[in-house]
């Protein structure tokens, strides 16, 4: 019984400073991977122009969730309001759930944070919205298939 004690205790001891440092590591040497996979799908998935001054990645800030954090973000509405911006930020941060990053190769966004924002939404006498900027996902295919 205590040599199964011993090993338990090794086995945690090891384990718990590993996950730590793995905390701290897979953003420092994954982050051109994430910000590329959130910029694809931003492309992908949004009827708007994206644009942003710099991404941080880190798994403290909304803890355990791998946080993306998008500084100075601007999102313009779609047509035809392409020109207006919908969303301003001085932060926004998606939540992304690890587990199906890693293992699906997904990106499931479990949480949105938004920091100093501004929200510009519209309707014109036709009744089209500029916060109709999300491309389901039968629409994003398409588009990408006939691209290729």
Known sequence: MKRFFTRLFRIIAISIPTILLLMFLIPVL??????EKVKQWANNSLDGEVD??????TFFDHFPSLTTTLHDV??????????DTLVA???I???INLGALIFQGKINIDKIFVSDGLI????NEKGAANYNVYVS???????TDSSS
């Not at 942003?52 to 990645?57: D, N, T």
């Not at 510009?120 to 309707?123: I, P």
Request: hydrophobic share 40%; aromatic share 8%.
């Open 30 to 35: 994954f982050p051109g991977t994430v910000v």
């Open 52 to 57: 942003f001054s710099k991404v941080r990645l």
């Open 74 to 83: 601007t999102l313009k509405g779609s047509a035809p309001f392409k020109k």
């Open 89 to 91: 930020a001085d932060e």
């Open 93 to 95: 941060s998606l939540g």
């Open 120 to 123: 510009n939404l519209q309707v």
């Open 137 to 143: 996902g039968k629409k994003a295919k398409a588009g």
